[in-house]
């Protein structure tokens, strides 16, 4: 699959108006687009962060549903972001082990690699490092984002509840220290997001 992702900030105390719109008529204009497979809404309240989910069958079913996307973007984001950031990545590994669902938590975790490592790092991810998260409380899913031409990714783990998401910090961090030396990746942001909204179909 691939994936868009739509990283805003702004003032916290706007950003449920941005939520809202998001919610409804992003959702509405999303689930119309050919190649469609899901979407998702995270947000940081306290610090005011938005980040923007939709996943695709193809790559080029991801660029021209961002033909339509483009022009209501600002409109829905209004008043809430200040600042916005639209990237693609592929999907290299999908592991879903439940439905998330909504209150739960996303951790981020942003990396930068050699593009000639990007599938070093796909067989690492699935061989050792899906392996670790699962031993992990509340996981509910795993995935691999990668931009295969910039040298860089993201691999999201999300949990069923915040206590979950709290409680597996030290030993989510030796699986993603163990993972990053075998791949030789390095970690350049670590983000952790309230699930507001997910739901992707894979198959």
């Known amino acids: 699959m691939f994936v868009r992702t739509v990283y805003s900030t702004g003032d916290p105390s706007k950003i449920d108006s941005a939520v809202r719109a998001l919610n409804a008529q992003g959702r509405d204009l999303l689930e119309d687009r050919p190649g469609y497979r899901g979407s998702g809404i995270f947000v940081d ?14 790559e080029d079913a991801r660029r021209n549903s961002d033909e339509v996307m483009r022009e209501r973007r600002v409109s829905m984001l209004e008043p809430f972001a200040a600042t916005t950031l639209v990237e693609n990545y592929e999907a290299v590994v999908f592991h879903q082990i439940r439905q998330p669902e909504a209150r739960g938590g996303l951790r981020l975790t942003r990396l930068e690699f050699d593009p000639m490592d990007t599938d070093l790092l796909t067989e690492t ?34 949990f069923a509840d915040h206590a979950s998401l709290a409680g597996s910090r030290g030993a989510h961090a030796a699986v993603r220290h163990e993972g990053a030396a075998k791949a030789h990746v390095a970690v350049t ?10 739901d992707v179909r894979a198959d």
Do not use: C, H, I, Q
Request: no cysteine.
């Open 45 to 58: 309240r306290t610090l005011g962060k938005l980040l923007a989910v939709s996943w695709w069958t193809t």
């Open 125 to 158: 991810f699935r061989a050792s490092v899906v392996p670790g998260l699962e031993a992990l409380a509340g996981l509910a899913r795993a995935s691999l984002l990668v931009d295969r031409e910039r040298g860089r990714g993201m691999v999201g783990a999300l």
């Open 189 to 198: 942001g670590l983000e952790e997001f309230e699930t507001v909204f997910t």
